[in-house]
């Protein structure tokens, strides 16, 4: 059974960071691509960023270049989002995702419940 579980959100102040993590179990973690989305109160799903586990690549929203950084540690089988000079913006439910390609514009197969990150202003 796929498991994908994210910890790390919390309440920070604007210009402050957090490190968000998604433990994943269940398929081989080597041969998927792990992502972030988010989704704001009353705004659609957002695709954050995503890293492939095959080649290492990773992409990134426009919105969060320069501030986010995606990795992942294939030892542990849990893929990390580090986030810097926060916004009120950023504000969302974060969501882990997988599937055996990047996929932030269409959504991916399996997901996580989510971990909620409050940028206070």
């Known amino acids: 059974e796929v498991q994908l579980v994210e910890s790390g959100g919390g309440l920070v102040q604007a210009g402050g960071s957090l490190r968000l993590s998604c433990a994943a179990s269940?398929?081989?973690?080597?041969?998927?691509?792990i992502a972030w989305f988010r989704q704001a109160p009353g705004k659609e799903r957002e695709g954050v960023s995503c890293?492939?586990?095959?080649?290492?690549?990773?992409y990134y929203a426009d919105s969060v270049k320069g501030r986010f950084t995606i990795s992942s540690d294939n030892a542990k089988n849990t893929v990390y989002l580090q986030m810097s000079s926060l916004k009120s913006g950023d504000t969302a439910v974060y969501y882990c995702?997988?599937?055996?390609?990047?996929?932030?514009?269409?959504?991916?197969?399996?997901w996580g419940k989510g971990t909620l990150v409050t940028v206070s202003s």
């Open positions: 995702a997988a599937d055996v390609h990047c996929a932030l514009l269409y959504g991916m197969g399996y």
């Open positions: 890293i492939s586990n095959g080649d290492g690549k990773s």
């Open positions: 269940g398929f081989t973690f080597d041969n998927y691509a």
